[in-house]
């Protein structure tokens, strides 16, 4: 392994960076949340012809309980991280595990709560209706686990795929078929770029880890081809949008930079960082 200081190291992780990336995804969940409920209420806009958002306007305890389910997922992988890498003599510091085990136990919490179905905690919520929107969730977040697990090429594939379904269909629960609203789709696409941008940057730390990299698994041309495809649908389901901001394009061109110039944002891998964050850009 060739490191180097400052954890801008080639191959070396930043285990800080990575442990500040899950509360900002927290952040930045519960901040795509808001602007769901902001620009697409039920009185407001509907997603496709004949349905609407079922939002109620405000965040609810099951938003909270879905975040932790999501939150989950980083933590369990921030865990996976330390435990491999310190199969590779970087050992796993005390905080490391206490970090893990403390955003670990959220979403454990919040299911107990759902289990317990109090109509205090949940709000009106019909409770077939809740137990289809952890459904996806859960299996999402199970399945990114288990291909983790697994590995190989399939696993390199299926990853992102598992992590965007997770995030779009926890944002998206209160519609009785997320997959028909064309913002769901568009969610889908943006969540599988953001990941493909950051396993981009991540090559050099999950070859020396042997952990699933799409990049390292998949043809380069393949991979190019892959990312203009998505790139040109996000663009297509954007223009069909009735009101369009600028804030999918300036996304886009955000990512397409840091690829073009990645050394800047290569430092104690700030990139993890400024990756996430920037998805608040797709609803602004």
């Known amino acids: 392994m060739s490191f180097r200081a400052k954890g801008a190291s ?7 960076t990575q442990a500040l990336g899950i509360p900002v995804v927290a952040v ?4 795509l949340r808001l602007l769901l409920l902001n620009q697409f209420s039920l009185d407001a806009v509907s997603v496709t012809d004949d349905t609407h958002l079922g939002f109620g306007g405000a965040l609810t305890l099951v938003d909270f309980m879905l975040l932790g389910c999501c939150i989950w997922v980083y933590a369990m992988d921030f865990f996976i991280d330390g ?3 310190d199969a590779l003599g970087v050992s796993m510091r005390p905080w490391q595990v206490a970090w893990a085990i403390v955003w670990g136990l959220i979403p454990i919490f919040g299911l107990l709560l759902v289990a317990l179905g109090t109509s205090v905690l949940v709000g009106e919520v019909d409770g077939w209706f809740l137990f289809g929107a ?3 969730v859960v299996l999402g977040g199970m399945g990114y686990l288990l291909v983790r697990w697994l590995g190989g090429k399939m696993a390199a594939i299926l990853g992102p795929c598992f992590i965007a379904i997770t995030f779009a269909s926890a944002l998206f629960w209160d519609v009785l078929e997320p997959w028909e609203a064309p913002l769901w789709r568009q969610g889908v696409l943006v969540f599988v770029f953001n990941v493909w941008v950051m396993q981009w940057f991540e090559q050099d730390k999950d070859g020396v880890s042997i952990s699933n ?4 698994s998949v043809d380069r041309r393949w991979m190019m081809f892959w990312m203009a495809v998505v790139l040109i649908a996000l663009l297509v ?3 069909g949008q009735a ?3 600028w804030g999918l394009p300036a996304l886009l061109l955000l990512y397409g930079a840091m690829l073009i110039l990645p050394n800047p944002v290569r430092l104690f891998r700030l990139y993890r960082l400024i990756i996430d964050t920037a998805l608040l850009l797709w609803l602004l």
């Open 10 to 16: 080639q191959g070396r992780p930043h285990f800080i």
């Open 28 to 31: 930045v969940f519960v901040s």
């Open 83 to 85: 435990l491999r890498w």
């Open 134 to 136: 952890f459904r996806w």
């Open 213 to 216: 990299n799409v990049w390292r």
């Open 237 to 239: 389901f954007w223009g």
């Open 243 to 245: 009101q369009r901001s």
